[in-house]
Nanobody, 127 residues
Framework: QVQLVESGGGLVQAGGSLRLSCVVS????????MGWFRQAPGKEREFVAR????????YYAESMKGRFTISRDNAKNTVYLQMDSLKPEDTAVYYC????????????????????WGQGTQVTVSS
C-alpha cells in the first residue's frame, strides 16, 4: 500500500504563489503516475494536473495551463505543484493521487483513474 502526504498549502493573496509537495512512501515511487486534484466547498473534485512516471508526459486542466506546473523528483519520492498567479477561485483542498495501473503516458485524468490519495492540503487565496 502506498501512502501520500501533502504539504505546502496556506493563505496567499491573489496574484501570489504557492508550492505544494507530496511525499510518497510504501512502494516504488517511479511505478506511479502522479496527479493533483482539488475540491472547493460544494463542488466536485476537479482534475488539476498529471505527470507520468518519468516526468516526460504531463497533462493540465485547461484553466491551469500557464499558471500551474507539476513536476516530480523520483530520488526524493516527491511530486510538486507550483502554483503562480493565484486567483480566489483557486481556493480549495488540493489532493495528490497515485496511478499505479498506467504510470506512462495515458491521459487518465479522472479521479477514478487514481487508486491512492493523500489527505489534502488547504489552499486559500484572498482577494
Amino acid at each position: 500500500q502506498v501512502q501520500l502526504v501533502e504539504s505546502g498549502g496556506g493563505l496567499v493573496q491573489a496574484g501570489g504563489s504557492l508550492r505544494l509537495s507530496c511525499v510518497v512512501s510504501g512502494r516504488t515511487f517511479s511505478s506511479y503516475a502522479m496527479g493533483w486534484f482539488r475540491q472547493a466547498p460544494g463542488k466536485e473534485r476537479e482534475f488539476v494536473a498529471r505527470i507520468s512516471w518519468s516526468g516526460a508526459i504531463i497533462y493540465y486542466a485547461e484553466s491551469m495551463k500557464g499558471r500551474f506546473t507539476i513536476s516530480r523528483d523520483n530520488a526524493k519520492n516527491t511530486v510538486y505543484l507550483q502554483m503562480d498567479s493565484l486567483k480566489p477561485e483557486d481556493t480549495a483542498v488540493y489532493y495528490c493521487a497515485a496511478d499505479g495501473i498506467n504510470p506512462r503516458g495515458a491521459a487518465r485524468t479522472t479521479a477514478a483513474d487514481f487508486g491512492s490519495w493523500g489527505q489534502g492540503t488547504q489552499v486559500t487565496v484572498s482577494s
